[in-house]
């Protein structure tokens, strides 16, 4: 725990000295409580801002079959930068939530003493926080206005959910029951698993790559966990800016006039 993940990472990038440099525990709403701090510090220095989503389940799981089958290890990483004087933000509205009932609270524990120390999933508990949060997003971005002054809610203007990838069937269910058919949401579950705060960013990746992101689209993000926290992103990714996955032993260069950035082009931007 010290030095913190956030100050390893930016002496691991070169950075001398940074605004900020913290850990934020969010859990399962990792992203979009992320996105949120990120979109702050912007407001106070115009700076970009590298918001790093990660973690490592693979040491928790122990031998708790039903944790074994959900958790996975993941990271990714989202580059948040000021907009030119003028242009339309592409973080367009964001919330964030936090607690509730004891039983949600303790839906998901780690270490759990009475399960060999291992992180323990009570479903039901988890089923009715995601329903309640999932339900209170849906109510929200239907009462705002559309956004760039056109009809209708912003709800109708979403393009493609990506949720957190907690449990595709209970999302599903979710969703039908607030009215959204299984067509407008995207997983990648069955490969990656649930990588709690990383899953939202790795879907996201992971839609770009597969082709269903392929323009610039309006996205709705919401996601739910441990210790009853939620939180949503609506937000506009464009794929150009989705850098491919490459495993190490790749050294291919990236074709400029694709307008895909390398990690180069990154580190460029913290210097």
């Not at 009570?122 to 849906?138: D, H, I, N, T």
């Not at 109708?156 to 599903?172: C, F, G, R, W, Y």
């Amino acid at each position: 725990l010290i030095p913190s993940l956030a100050t390893w990472i930016s002496g691991e990038l070169g950075i001398a000295q940074s605004h900020a440099s913290f850990d934020l525990i969010a859990a399962c709403a990792g992203m979009p409580y992320g996105l949120a701090e990120a979109t702050r510090i912007l407001q106070q220095v115009r700076r970009p801002v590298l918001v790093v989503c990660v973690e490592k389940f693979s040491d928790k799981i122990g031998s708790v079959r039903p944790s074994r089958m959900i958790f996975g290890d993941g990271a990714a990483a989202i580059v948040v930068s000021p907009a030119t004087e003028g242009a339309e933000p592409d973080i367009e509205y964001f919330n964030s939530y936090a607690s509730g009932p004891t039983s949600q609270v303790n839906s998901i524990i780690w270490p759990n003493p009475d399960f060999d120390n291992a992180i323990t999933v009570y479903g039901p508990e988890v089923k009715s926080l995601a329903g309640r949060y999932l339900q209170q997003m849906l109510d929200e971005i239907a009462a705002l206005p559309a956004p760039a002054g056109t009809e209708g809610s912003l709800l109708e203007s979403i393009d493609l959910i990506v949720p957190h990838q907690a449990n595709k069937t209970m999302i599903i269910e979710l969703a039908a029951a607030a009215g959204l058919s299984a067509d407008r949401l995207y997983f990648n579950i069955e490969t990656v698993g649930n990588a709690s705060s990383a899953s939202i960013p790795l879907a996201i990746h992971d839609a770009v790559r597969d082709g269903v992101i392929d323009r610039p689209v309006r996205i709705f993000a919401p996601g739910f966990g441990a210790g009853a926290v939620a939180g949503y992103t609506v937000m506009r990714v464009d794929p150009s800016v989705v850098v491919p996955f490459r495993h190490a032993d790749e050294h291919a260069e990236i074709d400029p006039a694709h307008g895909t950035p390398s990690p180069d082009d990154v580190e460029l931007a913290f210097h």
